[in-house]
């Protein structure tokens, strides 16, 4: 059998670039607490990302948790099921009742047509997902957020170096969370980001990140320990230098896995956005059965035996968690429960052979016959 393809791998740079990014540490026993590598990135990441602020936190579980925290929020948020946990657990974990949207069919986004109705006077925020890189559509969320004076934290976990028509991702809304978790398109090992503009909001976060730890002598918040270290920033530091190099191999990859899968009945793929520069970081396909002629199941099963690794990715969706205990009905949002129980997610890597796409997609098509 051939070697086991996992469904993805961590970006790394060559090991010298890496010790000698960090080799100064032994200098200056500097490791942690907003050093030198730690602003350098800060720095940099202003710039590839196209944003006036960020603030690096230890990942983007925490950059939601605590946005939501700085900007302190009481009453309803409004979001999707068609997420990673985080998203999720960050708006509940900050004793906010989260509000489910169901999803846009083609972008997996937040349905913005279905979102106005779900506004009521105890809606606070609303905290949309850029799904597999896809743009949510940010012109309707902005003008619904202005209407009723609401705050708007995306999770830009999976958007990382996206533009929209020209402008940085996280350039939108309130503020925009980043993961840079070891399987994202750019990693620190662990890791995140907030971008906003607002620099009181800033303010807040750096505080939250350090205890709520204000100045010498004064705690003005209930903070947490959310600091990125300075290993972690210099991972970052190495990898930012690579990552327009990463993101034009993970082209390559998408374009193969569309030539095979592109028009095929019952398979649907990610929509191909206009106005977005995107980052290739995901490759969704939805099997439709009675079209295609296998199941989503089927399929996984199938490229499993071959020793490829896809991702139920994302299934179950989070309002059918049982850590919630039946409180949600997902009955509100078919679209994102039809999606979940479809979808898989692709092999995807900067490094991954071309011929390897090539064995993944002659496995999955021939789950039809
Ligand atoms: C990865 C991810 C997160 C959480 O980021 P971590 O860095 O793993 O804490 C949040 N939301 C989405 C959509 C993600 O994919």
């Known amino acids: 059998m051939a070697d086991t393809i996992l469904v993805t791998r961590s970006s790394i740079p060559a090991m010298e670039e890496y010790i000698e990014e960090i080799a100064s540490m032994w200098e200056t026993h500097w490791l942690t607490n907003m050093g030198p590598k730690h602003k350098d990135l800060q720095q940099q990441l202003c710039g590839y990302l196209g944003v006036e602020n960020v603030e690096l936190l230890t990942n983007g579980h925490m950059a939601l948790e605590l946005t939501l925290q700085a900007m302190n929020l009481q009453g309803e948020v409004i979001t999707t099921p068609f997420t990673?946990?985080?998203?999720?657990?960050?708006i509940v974990r900050n004793g906010l009742t989260p509000v489910f949207c169901d999803i846009d069919p083609i972008t997996f986004t937040m349905d913005t047509d279905k979102l106005e109705k779900l506004v009521t006077d105890r809606t606070c925020a609303i905290m949309p997902v850029h799904?597999?890189?896809?743009?949510?559509?940010?012109?309707?969320?902005?003008?619904?957020?202005?209407?009723?004076?609401?705050?708007?934290?995306?999770?830009?976990?999976?958007?990382?170096?996206?533009?929209?028509?020209?402008?940085?991702?996280?350039?939108?809304?309130?503020?925009?969370?980043?993961?840079?978790?070891?399987?994202?398109?750019?990693?620190?090992?662990?890791?995140?980001?907030?971008?906003?503009?607002?620099?009181?909001?800033?303010?807040?976060?750096?505080?939250?990140?350090?205890?709520?730890?204000?100045?010498?002598?004064?705690?003005?918040?209930?903070?947490?320990?959310?600091?990125?270290?300075?290993?972690?920033?210099?991972?970052?530091?190495?990898?930012?230098?690579?990552?327009?190099?990463?993101?034009?191999?993970?082209?390559?990859?998408?374009?193969?896995?569309?030539?095979?899968?592109?028009?095929?009945?019952?398979?649907?793929?990610?929509?191909?956005?206009?106005?977005?520069k995107p980052n290739y970081a995901y490759f969704p396909a939805i099997f439709e059965e009675k079209q295609f002629g296998a199941s989503r199941e089927e399929v996984f099963t199938k490229l499993a035996e071959n020793g490829v690794s896809a991702r139920k990715y994302f299934y179950p969706l989070t309002n059918t968690f049982t850590a919630f205990h039946g409180q949600f009905d997902v009955n509100e949002t078919p679209t994102a429960l039809h999606i979940s129980k479809r979808v898989l997610t692709l092999p995807l890597y900067a490094d991954l052979e071309l011929e390897d796409v090539d064995r993944i997609c002659k496995i999955i098509l021939n789950c039809k016959n």
């Open 84 to 90: 990673f946990a985080s998203t999720t657990h960050a």
């Open 131 to 276: 799904v597999y890189g896809n743009v949510c559509n940010v012109e309707e969320i902005d003008r619904i957020a202005k209407k009723y004076n609401l705050k708007v934290i995306y999770d830009a976990a999976h958007t990382f170096g996206e533009t929209y028509q020209g402008k940085g991702i996280g350039s939108y809304g309130d503020a925009s969370c980043f993961s840079f978790h070891a399987t994202k398109v750019f990693n620190t090992i662990e890791g995140g980001a907030v971008c906003f503009t607002d620099k009181g909001l800033g303010e807040a976060l750096y505080d939250l990140k350090n205890f709520g730890i204000h100045g010498q002598e004064e705690v003005s918040a209930v903070g947490a320990n959310a600091k990125m270290n300075e290993f972690c920033a210099a991972m970052g530091l190495c990898n930012l230098r690579h990552v327009e190099e990463e993101i034009g191999k993970r082209k390559l990859v998408v374009e193969r896995y569309r030539e095979h899968l592109e028009n095929v009945p019952g398979i649907q793929l990610n929509a191909v956005q206009p106005e977005v």
